[in-house]
């Protein structure tokens, strides 16, 4: 690093330490010219996660609001706090992967209804009667809290027919064709 007093290139770092946080690295340096010392701090760059929505603005990725979907569709489900937990993380880690750090809200709306297929079929079914009317992830949750409430209200949960007269597909989605392979949990 350039010494600011001579403007020498080269130095020697004397010390290193971490900052309480662990958010920086502070280092203090001798200029290896005029053998005075500074400080110069490395930290991650924050990089956003940005949301495209469908009318064209971009909202940041919010994870608390996506684990609050999720809750939600996983109301009352044998699903533990720690594998929806996993689950946002993972997403948000497929996420941050991707060069551009952007998608549009839609295909992070399937990329969710994916994971949700593996995990609950009910969840899935929710969340994904409420994301097909809405196609924007930020909107949604407001949606399946709606839905949810709707469920309490009523005692009936939107939940599996018991015995299904006609494919699963259509009594779940009678106007949309959705091959019932999709809705068998994949195996990991
Ligand atoms: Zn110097």
């Known amino acids: 690093m350039r010494c600011p007093f001579c403007g020498h290139l080269e130095d020697k770092v004397v ?7 662990g958010d920086s690295i502070r280092r203090r340096r001798e200029c ?3 053998a005075r010392r500074f400080t110069s701090y490395e930290r991650v ?3 956003p ?36 937990e996993q689950l946002v993380g993972d997403l948000h880690a497929r996420l941050m ?3 551009d750090r952007e998608i549009r809200s839609r295909e992070l709306g399937e990329l969710i209804m994916d994971e949700l297929k593996g995990l609950d079929q009910v969840a899935y079914v929710r969340f994904a009667s ?3 009317d809405f196609k924007d992830l930020p909107d949604f949750v ?14 009936r949960s939107v939940s599996l027919p018991p015995e299904a007269p006609k494919p699963l597909s259509q009594a779940l989605f009678p106007s949309e064709a959705v091959d019932l392979p999709l809705l068998k949990p994949r195996k990991k």
């Open 15 to 21: 010390d290193s330490r971490e900052s309480r946080e």
């Open 32 to 34: 290896l010219s005029c």
């Open 45 to 47: 760059e924050e990089v």
């Open 49 to 84: 996660l940005v949301i495209l929505k469908k009318d064209g603005r971009r909202e940041p990725f919010d994870r608390q609001k996506l684990m609050k979907g999720l809750l939600l569709a996983c109301q009352k489900r044998p699903i533990s706090l720690a594998r929806i």
């Open 97 to 99: 992967e991707r060069p």
């Open 130 to 132: 409420v994301y097909r």
């Open 142 to 155: 407001k949606a399946l809290e709606g839905l949810m409430h709707k469920e309490t209200a009523t005692g």
